[in-house]
């Protein structure tokens, strides 16, 4: 099953916990969506403002997946200490930060 497979991965052992970690990875994702809404509203970032401009569509959504990225980020870990999953999350982010060139500010000892 490929549940197994993802709980060895991920080092968890119980179902529940792999359930709370789908969870706050769902609520995360939309959370991060809501909140993004307003700060791209608030800076007048839309899709309109790139109409006029060529590629315009593909500018916009690089820039709205830049601004939300971040703010991603940080909700993860904040539900994920709610769901007392912050080692999980936060070991998660490392990973993830690494990955994206951000290698330097987590040395492991």
Same mark, same amino acid.
């Given at each position: #099953? ?6 060895? &991965? ?5 179902? !529940? $916990? ?18 993004? *809404?307003? @700060? ?14 060529? #590629?315009?569509?593909? +500018?916009?959504?690089? +820039?709205? @997946?830049? @601004?939300? !990225?971040?703010?991603? $980020?940080? @909700?993860?870990?904040? +539900?994920?200490?709610? %769901?007392? $999953? !912050? ?6 982010? *490392? &990973?993830?930060? &690494?990955?994206?060139? !951000?290698?330097? %500010?987590?040395?492991?000892?």
């Amino acid at each position: #099953m490929y549940y197994k497979r993802l709980k060895e &991965k991920w080092g968890i052992s119980s179902n !529940f $916990q792999l359930v709370i970690i789908f969870i706050v990875f769902g609520i995360t994702g939309t959370l991060s969506v809501r909140v993004g *809404k307003p @700060i791209l509203d608030f800076i007048k970032l839309n899709p309109e403002s790139f109409e006029s401009i060529p #590629m315009g569509d593909i +500018i916009y959504w690089t +820039i709205r @997946i830049l @601004i939300v !990225f971040p703010i991603y $980020q940080v @909700i993860l870990i904040i +539900i994920g200490a709610l %769901f007392f $999953q !912050f080692s999980f999350f936060w070991n998660f982010e *490392k &990973k993830i930060l &690494k990955r994206i060139g !951000f290698k330097r %500010f987590f040395k492991d000892y």
